[in-house]
């Protein structure tokens, strides 16, 4: 008889050492680049309130997972979803069912160091103070990892309610409350944006020369304007970014005129291509997720878990 482990949403967050989310995310991201993992197109089963989404994926050397995680209308908060799920590991070599975990805290951590790898790619090493825009769980996870990793460099938070982007910004030792987005975005050489927005919370005229953007959120609507995808040099996680209609693809990458090109992220960190060509040059990574991502987090708080001895284990 098989055992899976179970792991509950604080042993999930727990498991998911930031360190070993990003290198294992880094080695997911390459092999998308190389086509080297095996990701079916997104499937979901939608009701008169919400959906069901199920996204296997397998990456080499990592593992076989699938998500399924359900995106229902927040009646607590008018125009907000709730994303709630599991994330199932499977063995490799033989398709043992190794462990049940939350989709939750492993979906907000490897998206924030997807985010985090992209400007370490393609920032410049100069751009000074980050600013994160939004004070959802996204953006406190995109904080929270910034201050595990760099504790040092100024992070300023914007949201549209004081309150809650000061409880945000005190996740970050450097940590500071900007008067509004716009104030925020001027002054930072990296911008993460991290919203539920349906429409453009970032104006390409306050961007500098310069800055990099990595945007996460916009599941509903574009986060960025127009004028910011036009004038910038564009990343994405997968081609399928900018080639599938939403919400697979970015609202922000429909429709691109022909010839422009994206990038993957994972071409920028395996070497074949040198991403950021200038100091002056605009670069934006768009995140719209993959599965491939998924399997590596899964990977890590899996190998966590199990040498800390966390977790139930339960029969089969």
């Known amino acids: 008889m098989s055992e899976?482990?179970?792991?509950?949403?604080?042993?999930?967050?727990?498991?998911?050492?930031?360190?070993?989310?990003?290198?294992?995310?880094?080695?997911?991201?390459?092999?998308?680049?190389?086509?080297?993992?095996?990701?079916?197109?997104?499937?979901?089963?939608?009701?008169?309130?919400?959906?069901?989404?199920?996204m296997p994926g397998h990456v080499p050397g990592l593992g076989l997972a699938a998500k399924l995680v359900s995106v229902f209308a927040d009646p607590k908060r008018p125009g907000r979803s709730s994303h709630r799920g599991i994330v199932a590991l499977f063995d490799e070599t033989d398709g043992r069912p190794l462990a049940l975990m939350d989709a939750e805290p492993l979906t907000e951590i490897r998206t924030a160091a997807t985010a985090t790898l992209s400007a370490r790619a393609l920032a410049r090493p100069d751009a000074g103070e980050?600013?994160?825009?939004?004070?959802?769980?996204?953006?406190?996870?995109?904080?929270?990892?910034?201050?595990a990793l760099d504790p040092e460099t100024?992070?300023?938070?914007?949201?549209?309610?004081?309150?809650?982007?000061?409880?945000?910004?005190?996740?970050?030792?450097?940590?500071?409350?900007?008067?509004?987005?716009?104030?925020?975005?001027?002054?930072?050489?990296?911008?993460f944006c991290c919203t539920g927005a349906v429409r453009p919370v970032i104006r390409r005229a306050w961007l500098a020369p310069g800055t990099h953007v990595s945007s996460v959120?916009?599941?509903?609507?574009?986060?960025?304007?127009?004028?910011t995808v036009r004038d910038a040099t564009l990343f994405a996680?997968?081609?399928?970014?900018?080639?599938?209609?939403?919400?697979?693809?970015?609202?922000e990458l429909q429709d691109l005129p022909p010839g422009r090109t994206v990038t993957l992220l994972g071409q920028v960190l395996g070497g074949t291509h040198p991403g950021r060509r200038a100091d002056d040059e605009l670069t934006l990574f768009k995140s719209t997720g993959h599965a491939a991502l998924d399997v590596a987090a899964a990977h890590v708080a899996y190998t966590v878990a199990r040498a800390e001895a966390w977790g139930t284990r339960v029969a089969m």
Do not use: M, N, Y
């Open 130 to 147: 980050v600013a994160v825009v939004g004070t959802g769980a996204q953006a406190r996870a995109q904080i929270a990892l910034l201050a």
């Open 4 to 54: 899976i482990l179970f792991l509950d949403g604080a042993r999930t967050r727990a498991a998911l050492d930031p360190r070993r989310v990003l290198d294992a995310l880094t080695t997911a991201l390459v092999a998308i680049g190389r086509d080297e993992v095996s990701v079916p197109p997104r499937i979901a089963a939608h009701t008169p309130h919400g959906l069901l989404g199920a």
């Open 154 to 191: 100024p992070v300023v938070v914007a949201g549209r309610d004081p309150g809650r982007a000061g409880s945000a910004a005190a996740l970050h030792p450097a940590g500071r409350v900007a008067g509004s987005v716009e104030e925020g975005v001027r002054g930072a050489g990296t911008v």
């Open 237 to 251: 996680e997968w081609h399928g970014a900018a080639s599938t209609r939403p919400p697979s693809g970015a609202h």
């Open 217 to 227: 959120g916009g599941s509903h609507g574009p986060e960025l304007d127009p004028d």
